[in-house]
């Protein structure tokens, strides 16, 4: 799992939740225009870029490539639908009859277990994994099941995910590459799966 760092919340989005009165109180389907974008910005801010749980790298010019992906469901935590602390990016796509992804947010759907999850705070929730040189992604400790169980639910061990690590572990090999090749200080931007580079070099993304 990549996970998450400090969030700043966008004064945007704190004017539109005090704008909540006895006839309109904020909903997800209302976070629309400026005040998504805003948030969108935020957690991408707060993300480096990155997806929430593989560690893909997102663009905020394709909108049809990532979602937000609330962490705690809907269906079952309506109360945290504009809850920032609850709202992340996930790859995969926003509309409801494009070709969903294969993993992360939208392979986890509406799964939340409070007993064998683990909170995306990095780098917390990296240290919770192992990334292999073939690519694979294990339990950092053999037998933790809350770990087994998020690989398995957001299925982090899909083919192309392994391939794209097994590219970084090689790339870093044959390029003599340091954690600083893995992220722009001037925009606050990692490269995809910089969490695995940094992983394996000893280093956490700043």
Known sequence: MRGCHEK???QEFTAWLALENPDWEPSYPDLQGDIRRAVVHALSAAQRGLCVYCGRRLHLHRPGRFHIEHFRPQSTYPALAVDLANLFLSCGPEAERAK???TCGHAKADWFDTTSCIEPDYPDCTQRFRFLLTGEVTAAIAGDASAESMIDILNLNHRELRKDREDIFDRIDRENLNPSDFFDAATGMAEGYA?????????VIP
């Open 195 to 203: 969490h695995v580079a940094c992983a394996y070099l000893d280093a």
């Open 8 to 10: 700043r919340t966008p």
């Open 100 to 102: 969903s992804s294969e």
